[in-house]
């Protein structure tokens, strides 16, 4: 059945903090959106399911947390939503949330790592959670690392020092020489980006600054990662450059990197002709 566009009381609108990727949102939070609202009106509905009969909500808010907080702020009755017609299962529903806040970039490495755990909980692989989300393997693997370090290092995540590429090389002295060792890099990560040191690595107890830029040579997977990692942390996942390092890689195939390109050429006015 197709979505339906409606204005709904936020009253029959459940907000759930837990299920929401973001976490809890203050009114602090969502100020400046809120003032964007009142003076320019939403400018993208919300997104909703229907809770099944009985519940005490009508509807289960999917994705627009920030902008259902935005009316509470300003104390408006209803908020133009979408409503998904028909019955989603709870990892659909956390797919469409999660799916959401990566585009947007609202979302940090920990926040991100967060948002997979109940998937993980639910017994989906990395792979199959790549595939869902239309990322690499890599992108998914990297928070998966993440979940598995003590909270510390979550923490140092959360505040923003960690890169991706961080985040591997931590859990890989983590495994190896216990938490002591992943601390000292941690710091040694840190000192880096304090200092604004460029593509700063820890390997085999000693840090990597890579200086053979102008040299061309034939790239190992683990050089391909290392990249795809660099422009991730760089730019996000979602550029033609991290897919065609994903299919390099081997994290996707190769019909699924000519639908990106194919995509992208379409949403900027260029032919794309898939060979064969």
């Given at each position: 059945m197709p979505d339906v566009l409606l204005d709904v009381l936020l009253s029959d609108i459940l907000y759930d903090d837990v299920f929401n990727c973001r976490g809890p949102i203050s009114p602090m939070d969502v100020a400046d959106l809120a003032k964007d609202i009142s003076r320019d009106g939403l400018l993208q509905p919300i997104l909703l399911s229907n809770n099944p009969a009985g519940s005490s909500h009508k509807y289960k808010l999917l994705a627009g947390h920030r902008r259902y907080r935005a009316h509470q702020v300003l104390k408006r009755e209803r908020i133009r939503s979408v409503v998904r017609e028909g019955s989603i299962s709870d990892v659909d529903a956390r797919i469409l949330n999660?799916?959401?806040?990566?585009?947007r970039k609202q979302l940090n490495v920990y926040q991100e790592a967060?948002?997979?755990?109940?998937?993980?909980?639910?017994?989906?692989?990395e792979a199959a959670i790549a595939d869902r989300l239309g990322s690499s393997r890599g992108w998914v693997q990297v928070r998966c690392l993440l979940l598995r370090l003590p909270i510390e290092f979550q923490q140092e995540a959360a505040a923003g020092w960690l890169t991706q590429s961080a985040i591997r090389d931590i859990y890989s002295h983590f495994k190896a020489h216990g938490v002591d060792a992943a601390r000292e890099v941690t710091k040694k990560f840190k000192d880096a980006k304090i200092k604004g040191t460029p593509n700063f690595r820890m390997k085999a107890n000693k840090p990597i600054v890579k200086k053979d830029l102008n040299v061309k040579?034939?790239?190992?997977?683990p050089e391909i990662e290392q990249m795809q990692d660099y422009f991730f942390?760089?730019?996000?996942?979602?550029t033609i450059a991290n897919r065609v390092l994903a299919w390099s890689a081997g994290h996707i195939s190769t019909a699924e990197l000519h639908a990106s390109m194919k995509e992208f050429a379409t949403a900027n006015s260029l032919r794309y002709t898939v060979p064969g």
């Open positions: 999660l799916k959401e806040n990566v585009n967060m948002a997979l755990k109940p998937l993980l909980d639910l017994d989906l692989t040579k034939h790239r190992e997977r942390d760089q730019m996000g996942k979602a």
